[in-house]
């Protein structure tokens, strides 16, 4: 199929992408939209003044209410957009809902319930083992029965374009006597796949890895802001807390699950039997061959190949339900940070860097093991599109601020920003 | 004062207490209400009635609005209230508006935004050391310097009353080779205290101790239902997730924390000297003087002391925003299992049993370890009221339902069930 729109062919944003976001046209209010090459098109009026029966699902300015209506109307929504952007009959009608990229602002895309954050690449979980617990084998013992998580902070997951200020904590070097309190020394990165939930599930309802696919809207692009010296000072028993919890950036747009079709790729080959619950069924496999790169103020440093993670997003599914917990509509698991075999495939500064131990060169000669104030990164991604061609993920980027001033507590901005 | 109404004297509801809930009257709809003895006061129609300023924000059918409207509105409805139910003159205005307790179906008190659970009371985390660690040291490095915590998953806070169903998952015991998945075997309860936060915070502002009264509107008792065998397979290293996420139960009633006002008491002295960003101040000590009971199908088997709690808090919050977090109307931090020093004085069947190895023998002469099947669990806690009494704390109950099939994956009760 080809699409009127002059700057979809080829751009990664073609009529067989059509991910979806939140944008605010210049004076209006924020409206949910779908991406078309450079140009945005404004969903709830098209749909609206062809009179859609799903019209009043897309007037709240956020994606929920489109989530919650389930694969159905994803699939009517999607079915008319294609028309409406391919069939030139339709080019009169749809032309003046269509907005330059350039001249609007784009919003967090869905309200947040739960976020649960994954490990799912196997080198990442070795790589970080090696550096977090060098006297023990590298995965733990329940690592390849069972995909590891834990729960983030929904209320600080932020769009992409937020600035993100270095976060104070306590850390305690080891050799240092005592923990103290300041700004995080070691800023991190991790690269990941975020998954969008749907409709959701009821209270004691478990989700098969069959579920997949009517449970999940689509996918966005993450980046987990870590602070590797307040993290390892504080996740003895209970896990990631403050060392994550400051930030986590996720793109502008949400590409939908049904347009990743030729992405889907077998899984790793599993070294250890997976329980039933977890199975692949190698008719519908799960792994997505999504290709991340990262990018380090302009110099891309890495390109974390997500195909080579583990467990795939529909076992993250089954496994995060498998104790009968609900999904709701918004509700956001990641993979954790993706991490190739390759020196130059790892999702996070700490990998790349050896745990600071052998810096990354950039484009303009400066060196890096973590982020320094005011450096800039940003995460793609590209897929196999269905129409032959490749599909550019919704980038996620973002700028370190320098931490607020711990004596005083108060920002150094003024107390504190709006998101 | 005295309140007219004649349940109210002695009930540990009277007109110093006034918790705040939601619940549906015959035939209605969801409203905002306050406890005073056996009744409930439809304090959205009550404020409605007298054209009070603040009616708008109770017409939501949950306390979210009233949550983020913060302490001047808060102080300004409680002195209402007050008014409204000592004052003989107001009763013919104000009856009409009180239901029985016994007449209307309490619900969900509010939407919960993000869930954090802290580790905060000494006598648990050590008493788990133990269990779970035995070869090490029984409180973590980093305990006495930071109130350690995680992120639990908001979409399961469910209110007193919900039936748990018995969770499925992992477990793999010392003695057996390979894990399996099914019906949790120890099954636990955790007693807790919760704190329900306010107007919140900005992305980036560090909130101190001194902010707490400000941001925190109430208590609620929680039951952070524990399947342990879950656990302790999955929380290295990323800490709780399965063995939580399927029910954390709150109390339909939050307390308002000036109601509080007498039970502040100085928490435990400080072994280790605390960062100044934890500081306690002395002029302002926020240990509370809750003693929590733990009736096991009826049987009384522990009193937790709240006030025995290492942290406060004050010191929870200012930690959970340590690194610029920010807080929302509606999050809910609790402090973790509530343990005192005795030996009936546990927060968790886990500890009261000796990890299963001495029974628990209730009234009527059963014995337990850990929960079975139709166990009912109910907590309940007193604190010192500001009239010279006792408050007493709205309970928090729930009963053990069986697992669901693990080998259909469907619920036993059609797949699931509401909220």
Redesign the interface.
Known sequence: MTSWVPSAAGSGFDVDHLPYGVFVPTGGTPVVGARIGDQVLDVAALSWAETASWTNILEAGTLNPLLAAGPAIWSAVREFLSVALTDESWRGRVERHLHRLADVQLRMPFQV??YVDF?ASEHHATAL?RI??PDSEPL?A?WK??P?????????V?PSGTAV?R????H?ESNEQ????GPSRRLDVEAEVGFVVGPG??????L?VDDFAGQVFGVCLVNDWS?RD?QS???????????K???TSISHWVTPLVALADARVPPPARSVPL???LADDPAEPWGLDIVLTIEWNGSVVSHPPFASTYYTGAQLLA??T???????PG?LFASGTVSGPGERQAGSFIELSHAGRLPVVLNDGTVRNYLQDGDTVTIRASAPGTGGGHLRLGEVTGTVLPA?D?AT???A?G?????
Chains 1, 2 share one sequence.
Request: glycine share 16%.
């Open positions: 319930a739960d490990y083992g977090f617990r733990p329940n029965h069972l590891l998580g834990y729960h983030g902070r929904a209320g600080t932020v200020v976060p104070c904590g306590q305690k005592w923990p103290v309190f599930s009821m209270l004691s309802q478990r098969s602070a307040i000072w504080e996740y003895v028993p209970l896990g990631p807390f403050l060392g919890s400051f930030a329980l039933p619950y496994q995060l498998a104790n009968g917990a609900c999904v709701r509700d607020d711990p507590g108060s920002g901005l107390g504190g920003r709006d998101r």
